[in-house]
């Protein structure tokens, strides 16, 4: 079966830096979402990828997914306490079930 | 209603006592889902259902029931909670399977 393996599992940067988080798969991807928690609350969207190559931005989040498709990486630029939360990748499974199977999450704090 | 709505926000309840989770969309999204997170076990599928009429079994159904009566409404019932049903439920749906997911706040379950 497919895993979504996610790294790092926790982060703590300093308010204005830079970081990325990682999302690999054993499997070729044929969707791959990106998706952000905050504590206590439901899971937000943030983005979604297809093809090999792909990059999508919205405002200072970037994530890429690699030719091959099975690996993803989410970047953020200049990060703001707003920033923090878990970050959570899932993929589709495909078939009729439809349901996507989700990383184990990656815990994000920013320093003010 | 904007979005997808849970009810209640959160339950204690007594082993073996039966409970419904309720969830609403008003996206008229065909496809509905139910997933569980737990610690260190990530989320996890429940049920879904493709369409109004249609349910399915996921990775994890023993021990609860659905219902989708309708398009908007996407019941989850626990004929008898035992406590290893604590979790947090989340509800989700998408406009038809295969397609991005939005999801609910989530109900946080505790069975005592």
């Known amino acids: 079966s497919q895993e979504l393996e996610q790294s790092p599992q926790s982060l703590i940067v300093q308010e204005g830096k830079n970081l990325t988080i990682n999302c690999t798969s054993s499997k070729t991807l044929y969707g791959l979402y990106w998706y952000k928690q905050k504590y206590g609350e439901g899971l937000i969207f943030l983005m979604m990828?297809?093809?090999?190559?792909e990059e999508k931005s919205h405002e200072k989040i970037t994530a890429k997914l690699d030719e091959k498709k099975q690996q993803s990486s989410l970047h953020i630029t200049a990060s703001q306490p707003s920033h923090a939360g878990i970050y959570l990748c899932g993929a589709s499974r495909g078939g009729s079930q439809g349901n996507l199977i989700f990383g184990k999450g990656t815990k994000l704090s920013v320093k003010p | 209603i904007a979005g997808i709505t849970q009810a209640p926000t959160s339950q204690i309840l007594a082993a073996g006592r039966r409970m419904t989770l309720r969830c609403t969309q008003d996206m008229r999204h065909n496809a509905m889902y139910w997933y569980r997170q737990d610690l260190g076990l990530g989320l996890r599928l429940i049920h879904y259902s493709n369409t109004a009429g249609t349910t399915g079994k996921g990775e994890v159904p023993d021990g609860y029931s659905v219902s989708r009566a309708n398009t908007d409404d996407f019941p989850l019932t626990l004929a008898s909670a035992v406590p290893s049903q604590t979790s947090v439920y989340f509800c989700?749906?998408?406009?038809?399977?295969?397609?991005?997911?939005?999801f609910g706040p989530g109900t946080r379950l505790l069975v005592l």
């Open positions: 989700a749906s998408s406009r038809n399977i295969q397609e991005t997911q939005y």
């Open positions: 990828l297809q093809k090999g190559g």
